[in-house]
């Protein structure tokens, strides 16, 4: 067991250093790589829409950057098994090692892009509140919920590589429906229970009120998600306890 | 097998792999089928046979990467096995040594085990300074030996060759050949994969004999060899009528006789 955590220290280690290596810029484009991507939006959005109004970059901004790690971590985690084919056909390891792996980089990179995100916060004239501390259970459960999702789709993905296809569009679609640059409780009532439906909508709901609002975040539907995710993973364990040294055969 | 230990068996191993034959449609190509044979404490066992993909697969259900679809492998005490292929899951933009490091991670070994091997792996590797290099500037021969070498350290229960004696340069296939022999020898459990006869006969003291996943002679390395090659000659006799073919075959039993 010490050696399969180990693995995952190293492994999460080795490739977050190369990356760094591998560009002119290294990290700085863990930053800057975010910030153009909300640039597009609050252009389209903020700007050319005028959808927005005061203090739209926070509002879009928070979402996109916790959006970032849910579908970073699902597009490379539910592929990590076919990624490491190599290596599986090679030597035994536990395959839940491949998605975790994937998970925590993505986490790495997002706490980093996080810290910059509140600083940034910080330096406009956000004042702090009591509020911010619910960041913490929020990144938590968002955790939980991420590691459920990328670990139940590495494990099917072997088996039917076509639902690669799916979770991609259905990934763009959540997008949209997460209200990342439209506030939910701005719709009418009865849409609202739906798309309080997706786990990520609730999660981003929360920081905005969290961080941006002063105030704490709906607990009650936070608990569900965490329920919902924590089911997955129970789910996502089980299929690879029992198919574990079957995928060797399928990648 | 005078008295020897037993320490792992395989018992009528099927294993098949799924193949697309259409539209939705799969079918199953059974590798192995029917296999049995066992693995003694410290002897070195050959696996012979034309291509195909069941000698590997043999080597992968001893080292428990795959489980057999049929049929059952049986461990008579914990075991690692180690599988000597050629890269040993490298990723080409880390280092030789951050690689060292991942693949005794892979193999099993804790951390501080495997910095404490590094020197002695880096130096069988004969690597010097592109250590530090990343993997992708390796030619063939670098990565083999670098392989081979983590392989090697990680001193496994049992050691599994895969084809892997003809990389490098002469010196280093010298050194892999000599460090086989040295392990052979020793009470270590190794079992290789090979098609080269001589090796085999250098090395085993029994082979195994696996032609299209069923077992052809199981015994004494002489034996089994003597099968094969009667068995191999009977095909060139009766393919004389096709000389090209005849050619091919009488060409490649000359280098391995």
């Excluded at chain 1, 700007?47 to 959006?67: I, N, S, T």
């Excluded at chain 2, 250098?202 to 299209?212: H, K, T, Y």
């Excluded at chain 2, 069923?214 to 393919?239: C, F």
Aim: hydrophobic share 50%; charged share 20%; proline share 4%.
């Amino acid at each position: 067991m010490q050696a399969y955590l180990d693995l995952i220290r190293y492994k999460v280690y080795a490739e977050l250093s190369a990356e760094a290596a591998r560009t002119f810029l290294g990290i700085l484009w863990w930053l800057i790589e975010p910030v153009l991507y909300m640039s597009v939006f609050y252009l389209i959005f903020g700007v050319m829409f005028q959808r927005g109004g005061e203090g739209f970059v926070y509002f879009l901004l928070v979402a996109l950057v916790v959006w970032k790690w849910f579908d970073s971590s699902i597009r490379n985690g539910m592929v990590s098994l076919e990624t490491n084919a190599a290596v599986i056909q090679q030597v035994y390891q536990p395959k839940f090692i491949f998605p975790v792996i994937v998970v925590l980089i993505n986490t790495a990179k997002f706490l980093f892009v996080m810290l910059l995100f509140l600083l940034f916060l910080l330096i406009s004239g956000k004042q702090p509140s009591i509020s911010w501390l619910a960041l913490l259970p929020l990144i938590g459960v968002q955790f939980v919920l991420i590691a459920g999702i990328t670990s139940l789709c590495a494990t099917v993905i072997p088996f039917v590589p076509d639902l690669k296809w799916v979770v991609d569009n259905g990934l763009t679609m959540l997008f949209f429906l997460s209200g990342v640059f439209f506030d939910i409780s701005a719709l009418p009532e009865h849409f609202q229970g739906w798309l309080r439906l997706n786990p990520m909508a609730v999660l981003i709901e929360g920081y905005r009120s969290a961080l941006l609002l002063g105030q704490m975040p709906d607990w009650g539907q936070v608990f569900w998600v965490l329920l919902f995710a924590c089911i997955l993973i129970v789910v996502a364990v089980g299929v690879f306890t029992r198919y574990d040294r079957i995928y060797p055969k399928l990648v | 097998m005078e008295g020897k230990k037993i320490i792992l068996s395989l018992k009528n191993i099927g294993l098949f792999y799924k193949r697309k034959t259409g539209l939705l449609r799969h079918d199953k190509f059974w590798a192995l089928q029917d296999v049995s044979f066992d693995l003694c404490h410290g002897e070195t066992l050959g696996i012979i046979g034309k291509n195909g993909v069941g000698k590997s697969t043999v080597l992968r259900l001893i080292a428990g990467i795959m489980e057999p679809d049929l049929g059952e492998v049986i461990r008579y005490e914990p075991l690692r096995a180690s599988l000597l292929a050629l890269q040993v899951g490298f990723i080409p933009h880390l280092t030789g040594r951050q690689n060292a490091i991942l693949g005794g991670l892979f193999l099993g070994l804790c951390r501080s085990d495997v910095e404490a091997l590094l020197p002695r792996i880096i130096e069988f590797s004969e690597l010097g300074d592109f250590i530090d290099q990343p993997v992708r500037s390796y030619s063939m021969g670098m990565k083999a030996r670098l392989g081979f070498s983590v392989a090697l350290y990680a001193d496994p229960d049992i050691l599994l060759v895969d084809e892997v004696l003809g990389v490098g340069d002469v010196d280093f296939r010298k050194k892999s050949a000599d460090a086989l022999r040295e392990i052979s020898k020793s009470n270590k459990t190794v079992v290789i994969v090979s098609h080269n006869n001589e090796v085999i006969r250098s090395l085993c003291d029994r082979v195994v004999w696996i032609e299209n996943g069923h077992i052809e002679g199981v015994g004494p390395t002489d034996a089994v060899l003597q099968q094969y090659q009667q068995a191999h000659a009977a095909v060139v006799v009766s393919d004389a009528a096709r000389p090209g073919k005849a050619a091919l075959e009488a060409g490649g039993m000359r280098s391995e006789a």
